[in-house]
């Protein structure tokens, strides 16, 4: 290691360069001690940047328009950007950045003097879920069921059974307690079974 006190640790040439072996050492002992640590736009785009598919899936199908959905993630991860020094790399990294993406959603509705609809839970009895490979292989008779969901309850549904969010995850995603997560869950499916067998609720 060079000391700082000495200057004959890289011998210097008449005409102002090192000599290769004192230049050797000092690359050897830099490279060893100072190696450079990734930015924090390189630990966003490896972590973050993957998840802009599912994102923009989700962002679809809760706004079920292209250009909404577009405008949603892209301010999901302006805001994911600014606030990545929060974040813990290499922990849940789709959970914190769905987590957002529905906040922003939820601001954008505010802001446009419109909420997500809720719907208070009543008993419909065993719901049956829509199976999974079909809400994600995206028929079109199921993606019609469930764009005739209240957003509150459509999103449950996709955050359960496409994004195959667990109910804890999803309960901190949407700020709201775990019951509420599985009361709208439960609601959601029902409708789905509803519409897509052509019966109606009394």
């Avoid at 000391?3 to 230049?23: C, E, H, K, M, Q």
């Avoid at 805001?79 to 020094?85: D, G, N, V």
């Avoid at 505010?110 to 719901?127: F, M």
Wanted: aromatic share 6%; charged share 25%; proline share 6%.
């Amino acid at each position: 290691m060079l000391d700082a006190n000495r200057r004959d640790d890289v011998a210097i040439r008449p005409g102002g360069g090192a000599s290769p072996a004192g230049l050797s050492t000092a690359l050897l002992t830099t490279t060893s001690t100072e190696r450079p640590r990734p930015s924090v736009e390189d630990c966003f785009e490896r972590e973050a940047l993957p998840m802009m598919r599912k994102l923009y899936a989700t962002a679809y199908r809760l706004t079920r328009n292209a250009a909404d959905a577009e405008d949603l993630v892209q301010e999901t991860y302006l805001r994911a950007f600014r606030a990545f020094a929060s974040y813990t790399p290499d922990t849940n990294i789709r959970a914190w950045l769905f987590s957002i993406l529905y906040h922003v959603r939820t601001d954008s509705l505010r802001k446009s003097r419109r909420s997500p609809q809720t719907i208070e839970l009543v008993d419909d009895g065993p719901a049956v879920a829509p199976p999974q490979e079909a809400l994600a292989g995206g028929q079109e008779d199921i993606v019609r069921a469930l764009d005739l969901l209240p957003e509150v309850l459509r999103t449950a549904v996709v955050l359960r059974d496409i994004q195959d969010f667990s109910y804890s995850q999803m309960a901190s995603i949407l700020g709201v307690p775990t019951g509420t997560v599985m009361s709208r869950i439960h609601r959601g499916r029902a409708q789905l079974r509803r519409a897509l067998t052509g019966t109606h609720s009394a």
